[in-house]
């Protein structure tokens, strides 16, 4: 599964941003897509998870109530509604895929990601 990861760019504090992923390959709709983002100076963080028919989610505590993860497997795609943007947000995003299981918050579990897209929220 190859990956693309849009849609990032410069907003305020409070706007919106909807992220992308794009997957290739038939094994798409079988695998599990995650979002994670790393800060400068910071580790990589897990954001958000969605199971294989999108009906099992998993937030990270700081984006709950603000970000939605969605998919839509007949086009390949995977979103991050990002809502009420803060600048602790400010971070490179990666969409990631893992071929078998459930969701998880744990980067290793992933097994293929996007080349990331940067979110800048200015205060």
């Known amino acids: 599964v190859q990956l693309q990861a849009s849609g990032g760019g410069l907003v305020q504090t409070g706007g919106s941003l909807r992220l992308s992923c794009e997957g290739s390959?038939?094994?798409?709709?079988?695998?599990?897509m995650g979002w994670f983002r790393r800060a400068p100076g910071k580790e990589r963080e897990f954001v958000a998870a969605v199971s294989t028919g999108g009906s099992d989610l998993k937030y990270a505590d700081s984006v709950k109530g603000r970000f939605t993860i969605s998919r839509d497997n007949a086009k390949n795609m995977v979103y991050l509604q990002m809502n009420n943007l803060k600048p602790e947000d400010t971070a490179v995003y990666y969409c990631?895929?893992?071929?078998?299981?459930?969701?998880?918050?744990?980067?290793?579990?992933?097994?293929?990601w996007g080349q990331g897209t940067q979110v800048t929220v200015s205060s």
């Open positions: 390959g038939r094994t798409f709709s079988n695998t599990v």
């Open positions: 990631a895929a893992r071929r078998d299981g459930y969701v998880s918050s744990t980067p290793v579990m992933y097994d293929y």
